[in-house]
C-alpha cells in the first residue's frame, strides 16, 4: 500500500516523465510513440519503476535498451522539472508495460 506522499511523487513523476518523454522520444523512437502508463516509487524515495509503453515497435527490447542507455539524461531533464518539489530525484528503472498485449492476446482467445 503506498503512501499518500508516494502517491503524489507517483503522479508528479509520470506527468513530468511522460513530457520529456514526447520531447526526447523522437531521438530515441523515431516515427513512434513513447507513453509513460504508469510511476511507482520505492517507499524511501529513492529507486522509481517507470513503465512505458512503445507504440508501433517490433522489436520493444532493443527501444527499451536505447531508453535504458539515456536514462540518466531522462534523469537530468526530470531534476530540473521537480528540483523545487523533491531533495532527491530517484534513480529511473524502465519496464516495458504489455498490459494491452496480454489483454489483446485473451480478447483474440476468447473470440476463438
Known amino acids: ?3 499518500v506522499r508516494q502517491n503524489k511523487v507517483n503522479s508528479l513523476m509520470q506527468r513530468e516523465l511522460a513530457e520529456i518523454l514526447q520531447t526526447e522520444g523522437r531521438t530515441l523512437l523515431p516515427g513512434g510513440l513513447i507513453t509513460v502508463t504508469a510511476v ?3 517507499a524511501d524515495l529513492g529507486a522509481a519503476k517507470v513503465y512505458v509503453s512503445l507504440f ?3 522489436d520493444k527490447a532493443a ?3 536505447r531508453i535504458k542507455d539515456h536514462s540518466s539524461r531522462i534523469r ?3 531534476g530540473v522539472r521537480v528540483g523545487k518539489q523533491m531533495r532527491v530525484v530517484p534513480e529511473l528503472l524502465f519496464y516495458v508495460d504489455d498490459s494491452l498485449d496480454r ?3 485473451v480478447d483474440k482467445l476468447l473470440k476463438g
Open 1 to 3: 500500500m503506498d503512501s
Open 76 to 78: 537530468g531533464l526530470l
Open 103 to 105: 489483454a489483446e492476446a
Open 40 to 42: 511507482r516509487v520505492s
Open 56 to 58: 508501433p515497435v517490433k
Open 63 to 65: 527501444v527499451l535498451h
